[in-house]
């Protein structure tokens, strides 16, 4: 009973310290992703992206590395610009991901009306870039 007892304990522990982790490592990831989205660094955010990387309803996934390359700026400055959104924006935690929701283009200050989310999934080899969506289609 008690060598069950010390397990229990110590995978609870091992839960608590991967769950720190997780979030730490998803706070250095979202530095360096930022950031590279910011100076537009296309080879660090695509060595960032899961792929497939998810799209809105009716847009094709993005398949590649060549692909991300290729339809950079759809992605990160189509309907929001990406660049101005990450400077202040706030991760949340949703379901084990994380997201950041960004304005349109045309209203950058409009932080009630953000429905352009980015998805971040954690990997196995790390946290990702995992999809683009517009919540209101």
Same mark, same amino acid.
């Given at each position: 009973?008690?060598?069950?007892? +010390?397990? =229990?304990?110590? #995978?609870? +522990?091992?839960? #608590?310290?991967?769950?720190?982790?997780?979030?730490?490592?998803?706070?250095?990831?979202?530095?360096?992703?930022?950031?590279? #989205? +910011?100076?537009?660094?296309?080879?660090?955010? &695509?060595?960032?992206?899961?792929?497939?990387? &998810?799209?809105?309803?009716?847009?094709?996934?993005?398949?590649?590395?060549?692909? =991300? =390359?290729?339809?950079?700026?759809?992605?990160?400055?189509?309907?929001?610009?990406?660049?101005?959104?990450?400077?202040?924006?706030?991760?949340?935690?949703? &379901?084990?991901?994380?997201?950041?929701?960004?304005?349109?283009?045309?209203?950058?200050?409009?932080? %009630?009306?953000?429905?352009?989310?980015? #998805?971040? %999934?954690?990997?196995?080899?790390?946290?990702?870039?995992?999809?683009?969506?517009? +919540?209101?289609?």
């Amino acid at each position: 009973m008690t060598r069950v007892r +010390i397990w =229990l304990i110590g #995978v609870s +522990i091992a839960l #608590v310290v991967q769950s720190a982790s997780a979030q730490t490592d998803f706070s250095a990831f979202w530095k360096k992703f930022s950031s590279a #989205v +910011i100076t537009g660094d296309k080879a660090t955010v &695509s060595e960032m992206t899961k792929f497939p990387t &998810s799209m809105p309803y009716g847009v094709k996934a993005v398949k590649t590395k060549s692909d =991300l =390359l290729r339809r950079y700026d759809e992605i990160f400055n189509g309907e929001a610009n990406a660049a101005r959104c990450f400077k202040n924006a706030e991760p949340r935690k949703e &379901s084990g991901r994380y997201e950041i929701y960004c304005p349109f283009k045309a209203t950058p200050n409009d932080k %009630e009306n953000a429905p352009i989310r980015f #998805v971040f %999934e954690l990997t196995k080899s790390g946290w990702k870039f995992a999809g683009l969506d517009n +919540i209101n289609e």
